[in-house]
């Protein structure tokens, strides 16, 4: 379960990230997953709740954006969501495109802090 070790990592950077800019707590972590990225969103919030426990983040929730496959469309000229991971055609006129411009993201997008 490599959603586990993302967990912590993610609960890391956030850690340090408020140490920096002296946040006295963290209620909210955004975090941006794209389809590509292998990560599964359920599996990630399952990770998450376990990682926090006994933590100074226990009382932090997590809130997960699924960000879908866009890619260029050659025909097109334009930034398109594809059908499916399995299916890399223009939503719009059916041209395949392998140009992906988004979806394998895996990031944290925002805090929700007090300061």
Do not use: K, W
């Not at 967990?7 to 209620?27: F, G, H, K, P």
């Not at 809130?63 to 930034?79: G, H, Q, Y």
């Not at 411009?101 to 925002?110: H, K």
Request: glycine fraction near 2%; aromatic fraction near 4%; charged fraction near 25%.
């Amino acid at each position: 379960m490599h959603e586990l070790s993302i967990a912590m990592s993610i609960l890391d950077a956030v850690e340090e990230e408020a140490e920096q800019r002296n946040y006295s707590s963290v209620t909210a972590i955004h975090v941006r997953i794209g389809v590509l990225s292998g990560v599964v969103a359920d599996a990630l919030a399952s990770a998450y709740e376990l990682a926090v426990e006994n933590t100074p983040f226990a009382q932090t929730r997590l809130v997960i954006e699924t960000v879908p496959i866009m890619v260029l469309c050659p025909t097109c000229r334009a930034p398109r969501q594809v059908r499916s991971a399995y299916d890399f055609r223009c939503s719009e006129c059916e041209a395949v495109s392998l140009e992906i411009l988004a979806g394998r993201e895996l990031d944290i997008s925002r805090l929700e802090v007090t300061a």
